[in-house]
């Protein structure tokens, strides 16, 4: 089984926003940081869950289970619904996504169980800033 650690950080809400995911299980250790761009911090959560997604794909895992420190993310997935209208695109493609494995978990996790992914995404708008 793959774990798939996510989050996202915004320096502002809106401003400049990373993501950050750390990968761990079935022989794999990976990290990534990536720069978003100017947005919100829930827009980066759920653009840090897609992007998990489409990684743990990648890799060809059947198992997936998913580890986010963002309440918002982990209840729009486990109920399959998000009540600002702005998030429900980004909620859509992520559930088309978890649909592709055989098995599929999210669990909420507080931050200090979540530093790994945290520090990616603060990595990650860091190097926005100074691109």
């Given at each position: 089984?793959l ?34 761009g100017?947005?919100n ?91």
């Open positions: 089984m774990e798939v650690y996510i989050d996202g950080a915004s320096a502002g809400n809106p401003g400049p926003s990373g993501i950050g995911i750390f990968i761990k299980g079935e022989g794999h250790l990976i990290k990534i940081s990536e720069y978003i100017e947005t911090n829930h827009i980066a959560e759920f653009t840090a869950l897609i992007r998990g997604l489409e990684e743990a794909k990648k890799l060809g895992s059947s198992l997936v289970s998913v580890r986010s420190d963002s309440k918002i993310v982990v209840a729009s997935v486990e109920k399959q619904y998000v009540k600002n209208e702005l998030y429900q695109p980004l909620l859509q493609q992520a559930i088309r996504l978890t649909e592709q494995f055989d098995l599929f978990f999210i669990k909420w996790i507080p931050d200090n169980q979540n530093k790994a992914a945290d520090a990616l995404a603060r990595e990650a708008i860091l190097k926005g800033k100074t691109s």
